[in-house]
């Protein structure tokens, strides 16, 4: 999730077109002995993928394995970005992560949904709980409904999970601050290097939040998810998994009432439950009621690797959460544009369908 400050202030096969950079330019992968950065490295090269090109969806089986780390509940383009995942038969969704603030209100919110649709395949675990760092919009729908069983801690769960999986097999769509796979590298980082990469939503490069979804500002923002966990992405940039990165720049792409009612009006499970959640977000924002699909982005990239193209950069994360370019190798892929029109008419069909 990221949110607008309003102060004055994909397997898609390669052959689907995505360019591949030249060797001297790919992402730092697992360095053999220490990273610079400060995260150990593997011991095996059976552990750990090798490091993806930038500019190239990681690859993967069809259909691909992911886990979604998001902060649902807050803002609205969580939800959208979950229901995503859900309605693409070309990914398999093996887990949900709940992270940052109240994250066993978040893990049971997604329960909710999960036991509504029929999906209760998918194990939904909590990571650890933090301070607010925003209105948690959505919570009465959140706690509604049977109560459901605690959700597992996500750090034993997950870990677990990638030491059990073939390394690279799972790609991790990271949509929240990065308080929980902050904490995963700080436990076991040999573990998530076996990820096939992480595809997330997070930083400002170029240009930053505009003054009306849809818009960026000429300057860079601070953008919430690094403000709230500058250290965690810090972390993850110097693990040597590849990273594919989706700023401000790639991420205002709004739903404008016509989108949302054209959404809402194919009456699918997943659009009826969009349906519902959208008054409580709408209601709260104290000015505009068009969110702004920024979670939406890292989801369409991994279906639809024509809808940005990455560009390789070295990410210099500061304390205060700034994500400016430095002059080091390449740490991920970052989109630094978005082709909206795609992303809108992903989401209709996608939803439409299912």
């Not at 930038?54 to 970005?81: F, H």
């Not at 290097?193 to 170029?206: E, I, P, Q, T």
Request: hydrophobic share 45%; charged share 20%.
């Amino acid at each position: 999730m990221t949110r607008r400050w309003l102060t004055p202030l994909a397997l898609l096969l390669l052959s689907s077109g995505v360019v591949q950079a030249p060797a001297a330019t790919a992402p730092r992968g697992v360095p053999a002995a220490t990273s610079p950065r400060g995260v150990p490295a593997a011991t095996s090269p059976r552990e750990v993928p090798a490091a993806a090109s930038p500019r190239e969806v990681p690859a993967a089986a069809s259909p691909r394995e992911v886990i979604v780390d998001t902060d649902i509940g807050d803002d609205y383009d969580d939800a959208v970005a979950l229901a995503l995942v859900l309605a693409s038969p070309h990914l398999k969704l093996d887990a949900v992560i709940t992270s940052f603030g109240d994250t066993a209100l978040r893990a049971r919110m997604v329960q909710r949904l999960l036991r509504e649709i029929g999906r209760t395949d998918v194990a939904v675990v909590a990571g650890p709980a933090t301070p607010p760092g925003t209105r948690f919009t959505q919570s009465a729908w959140a706690a509604g409904g049977p109560p459901p069983a605690a959700a597992p801690g996500a750090l034993g769960t997950i870990l677990a999970r990638l030491r059990a999986e073939p390394a690279g097999r799972i790609t991790l769509i990271e949509l929240a601050p990065e308080t929980t796979l902050g904490a995963m590298l700080a436990r076991d980082p040999v573990a998530v290097r076996r990820l096939a990469g992480v595809v997330l939503m997070g930083g400002s490069v170029r240009r930053g939040y505009g003054p009306t979804p849809g818009t960026n500002s000429d300057s860079p923002s601070i953008e919430y998810n690094v403000r709230r966990d500058p250290a965690g992405l810090r972390a993850l940039l110097g693990s040597g998994v590849p990273v594919w990165m989706m700023p401000l720049d790639a991420t205002e792409v709004p739903l404008d009432d016509a989108a949302r009612q054209r959404l809402f009006a194919t009456g699918t499970p997943l659009a009826r439950w969009l349906a519902t959640l959208y008054p409580a977000w709408a209601d709260s924002t104290g000015g505009s009621r068009e969110p702004t699909l920024f979670d939406v982005v890292p989801v369409a990239w991994l279906l639809r690797p024509d809808v940005c193209r990455p560009v390789p950069l070295d990410i210099v994360v500061s304390p205060a959460g700034d994500s400016t370019v430095g002059g080091g190798p390449p740490d991920a892929g970052v989109c630094l544009d978005i082709d909206r029109g795609a992303v809108l008419s992903l989401l209709q069909d996608r939803l439409a369908a299912r």
